[in-house]
């Protein structure tokens, strides 16, 4: 029974213990939560629900505690249990228990992690960046939390679909045909088709904007010329009214070309496709730097062939209504603002087509003209920034009213910043930072770091193993220095945190794994099983960290936080450097060096792949 089972069966036995002492009981739950103890002297384990549980269930703390630690005492994988304080369970473990884990883990592939999900599928969708855009770095967060999120999931057993939802259908496609056939640079757009048709679509802008400039004068001459005519002041509405017809000329043909496309005219289409095509072989690109990959890249163009039967259907069924023109879900009852699926046009809007994209990943309700699947998901997982937290409560609440039966997670990160400030999303005149340039300055930093401590070696990596440990130093830096952190918190960015070799960084991390290799590699034999000793607290602290490894990644997966994770790889490195400080591993007599090398090479298998799962590769040699 594994660290995390034996927790879970003794959380089980005490409450068990407590109601047939106090009878049944809503504020009795099936299981007390069993934590690892806070201090040394507080024992391995740790109860302390009896101190909330003695008002509800009428009794005193300390007496509740007492039924709990009669009902565990005998416990086999328990050297003692006490009482202590107000009503603390306190739980010593056998040092035969802990021995016996160590070994069970060494010989396990999976490091103890549990299969809990398998044979359920979830959806996560993540990154999502705009056709025709670079990434930039506020794509960073999303990317990285959600690959995280990706590999974690399928640790504990998830079938995971990764979905990249692009931004690949809108009006900026009528825009961007308009720049394209008239200003395009065929030799920038070889050299870079990305930052060529953002060159293209931010001229169309400065274009437009002129035009409307000029047709605003237009309409304040024509207003001052009625008021000289017939002595009279033309009212606003007038004015609006004549605003509003002067259209610029190159948004009138933006509109043409985009109704174009929309009714399949095929020099339109084959653009479009062109653009998509090109703008995700860039994205790729990144991706296989980050180590992130998608099993479908269904974006919002996927969808519209459902939208006219998602809005008639949610009609029927009386959960659309007509609303000055548009069709809205009124969410009254969820004391939301109503959501639009219709506008009064008759376009479709973000709503509609994430209502039709939730059909396409739950199997409900089953609409017609579905792009892929249904995934037939049992959950599905949307990593957004914060700024979306009001529309996907409107909805998983339309969800809900169509009975999707799966579990709906909105994973909402906060902002990244710069010491100087917020970092600015694309936008005429906006600083923005790409974030392939984010990653090249990664690597550029980590190997000058790199270059000079080699210099100072006697025996130097090569070029090659620098240029190797500036990459996977520079991108894990830029990985951890998000995931380290709560994703609901602000972050902000900078580089001597993020590739410090001190503190909670990737780059103590990876050094930490290079330096028990090291050890590993100084052994000069093949570290074998062998009998643990936990004769010192620093053997027997390390091996209880060791064993914590399953709760650690299982806790990811409960709440969505991968912070959770680095902070137990961060809490295994600093246990292993104070074991290694005070219990000599090679020049230790047999038995006992046998037992270290074990306890330093399983310390070596967690961290690399704890790491790995946040997408954080390690080196043998740093």
């Known amino acids: 029974m594994s660290l995390l089972e034996l927790s879970q069966d003794l959380g089980r036995r005490a ?41 509800p269930l009428g009794r005193k703390p300390q007496d509740l505690a007492a039924l709990v630690a009669a009902a565990l ?59 025709a855009k670079p990434m930039h770095i506020g794509h960073i967060r999303s990317t990285i939390i959600g690959a995280a999120l990706h590999r974690t999931l399928a640790a504990l057993g998830y079938e995971v679909i990764a979905d990249n939802h692009l931004g690949d259908w809108g009006t900026q496609f009528g825009k961007l045909i308009v720049a394209y056939r008239r200003w395009l640079d065929p030799a920038a757009y070889g050299r870079d088709a990305v930052e060529e048709l953002l060159r293209l679509y931010t001229r169309y802008t400065a274009e437009e904007d002129r035009e409307r400039a000029e047709l605003g004068l237009t309409v304040a001459g024509r207003a001052a010329a009625a008021e000289e005519g017939d002595g009279g002041t033309p009212g606003d509405d007038e004015a609006e009214a004549a605003a509003d ?38 994205f790729e690109g990144i991706y296989q ?31 659309a209504a007509p609303s000055r023109g548009a069709q809205v879900v009124f ?34 309700p089953p609409w017609p003209n579905m792009p892929a699947g249904p995934f037939n998901a049992e959950r599905v997982i949307i990593v957004t920034d914060e700024r979306q937290q009001l529309h996907f409560k409107q909805l998983f609440a339309v969800a809900r009213r169509l009975g999707v039966p799966a579990q709906l997670d909105h994973v909402w990160f906060g902002l990244m910043r710069l010491p100087e400030g917020t970092i600015k999303t694309r936008s005429a005149g906006s600083s923005m930072i790409y974030l392939d340039a984010l990653l090249d300055e990664a690597e550029r930093r980590a190997y000058a770091v790199a270059a000079d401590k080699a210099a100072a070696e006697e025996h130097p990596l090569d070029e090659a193993a620098l240029r190797e440990v500036a990459r996977v130093v520079g991108l894990g830096a830029v990985k951890y220095n998000d995931l380290s952190k709560d994703r609901q918190t602000l972050v902000t960015f900078t580089w001597d945190k993020a590739l410090s ?10 050094y930490a794994y290079a330096r028990i290799r090291s050890i590993v590699r100084k052994a000069e034999a093949e570290v074998v099983a062998a009998p643990i000793s936990l004769g010192l607290a620093v053997e027997r602290d390390l091996c209880k960290r060791l064993l914590a490894y399953p709760e650690a990644v299982e806790s990811v997966g409960r709440t969505l936080r991968p912070h959770l994770l ?30 270290r090398l074990v306890l330093t090479e399983l310390c070596s298998r967690v961290l690399a792949h704890g790491l790995w799962l946040l997408g954080i590769d390690v080196l043998e040699r740093m």
């Not at 106090?22 to 007390?32: Q, R, T």
């Open 15 to 55: 409450a068990a213990a407590l109601a047939a002492a106090v009878g049944p009981s809503d504020a009795l739950p099936a299981e007390l939560p069993v934590v690892r103890s806070s201090r040394p002297g507080f024992g391995d384990l740790q109860i302390s629900a009896c101190l909330q549980l003695g008002k």
């Open 73 to 131: 005492g005998g416990h086999p994988a328990l050297a003692r249990v006490e009482v202590a304080g107000p009503g603390f369970v306190n739980l010593h473990l056998t040092d035969d228990y802990l021995g016996q884990q160590a070994a069970a883990l060494w010989d396990d592939a999976r490091l103890g992690v549990r299969p809990t999900f398998a044979g359920q599928r979830v959806v996560i969708d993540y990154s999502a960046p705009n056709v």
């Open 245 to 282: 017809a002067a259209v610029p000329p190159i948004l009138e043909e933006a509109r043409r070309e985009l109704v174009k496309l929309q009714a399949g005219d095929p020099d339109n289409t084959a653009l479009w496709h062109r653009f998509i095509a090109d703008s995700r072989h860039v």
């Open 289 to 319: 730097r980050l180590g992130v990959r998608f099993d479908h890249w269904l974006g919002e163009s996927a969808y519209q062939p459902m939208l006219a039967g998602v809005v008639d259907d949610l009609t029927r069924r009386g959960l």
């Open 331 to 364: 969410l009254d009852e969820e004391k939301l603002p109503p959501f639009l699926v219709r506008k009064g046009d008759g376009g479709y809007n973000y709503a509609t087509t994430d209502i039709a994209t939730m059909a396409v990943r739950t199997g409900v």
């Open 501 to 510: 070799l001190t503190g909670n960084t990737a780059p103590y991390l990876q």
């Open 566 to 595: 680095a902070e137990y790889l961060f809490d295994l490195a600093t246990g292993f450097s104070t074991f290694y400080a005070e219990a000599p591993v090679l020049k230790a007599e047999p038995a006992l060096r046998a037992s």
